[in-house]
């Protein structure tokens, strides 16, 4: 069972659009949800994150959405730029220092320029 | 800042044999490590989770016999693959947590069977 659903599969944006990356996840135990950014044979990078009392949390061009009761969330990647493609994975864990992190299936973004 | 370091990079094995990889945290205490293993099909797949003062905890299909891993301080975990098959192929990635929520990846070891 997928825990955490991300949407769309993949995404294709041109420069300089915003580029808006969904996830949902089931167990309303989960409050602390990051993003990773990964590239082709590279680890994934933490890119921001929030905490379930926060329903936005901004870094630069990337903002996170959160909606608790719906639980859902979504980044959104403002003036995308070519260097942005990547897959991008939403996680969520039950917040306790833990490193048990849910991965939902990713997100492949493309931004053509 | 913190950094995790994964060694080695990559490897090739032959089947049926088995292979160590390393996982270091640098410039932060880990409280917790946990291994992960991604593959095309299945995204990141949890191995394992070591939190400092507990038992190391394994996953369903994930086993000890299979996946030993070792632990020794807040900086360092090793994971032997034993006798590793096809099946057993793909990133392996070390995640480190920092204090109460941010978890930090190494680069991984990407293992190939053949």
């Known amino acids: 069972q997928q825990q955490v659903r991300q949407s769309p599969q993949s995404l294709t944006v041109w420069e300089g659009e915003t580029a808006i990356l969904n996830c949902s996840y089931e167990n309303s135990a989960f409050d602390y949800f990051p993003w990773y950014q990964q590239f082709p044979g590279e680890g994934p990078a933490l890119l921001i994150s929030?905490?379930?009392?926060?329903n936005k949390k901004e870094d630069g061009r990337f903002t996170i959405f959160f909606n608790k009761r719906e639980k859902k969330l979504s980044l959104h990647i403002a003036d995308s730029q070519p260097g942005d493609s990547a897959t991008y994975f939403c996680?969520?864990?039950?917040?306790?220092?833990?490193?048990?992190?849910?991965f939902g299936e990713g997100t492949k973004l493309t931004v053509s320029s | 800042g913190a950094l995790v370091y994964q060694y080695p990079r990559r490897t090739i094995c032959k089947s049926g044999t088995s292979m160590r990889m390393e996982c270091q945290a640098v410039g932060f205490q880990a409280t917790s490590v946990a291994w992960y293993r991604q593959s095309p099909q299945k995204t990141f797949e949890l191995i394992a989770l070591s939190t400092v003062n507990s038992a190391i905890k394994y996953e369903q299909n994930f086993t000890q016999e299979k996946f030993p891993i070792s632990h020794p301080n807040l900086s360092f975990s090793s994971m032997t693959v034993l006798n590793a098959y096809l099946e057993d192929r793909g990133l392996y990635l070390c995640g480190a947590a920092q204090g109460a929520t941010e978890v930090f990846f190494g680069k991984g070891t990407r293992l190939t069977v053949v």
């Open positions: 996680a969520a864990v039950n917040q306790g220092g833990s490193a048990k992190l849910i």
């Open positions: 929030i905490l379930s009392v926060s």
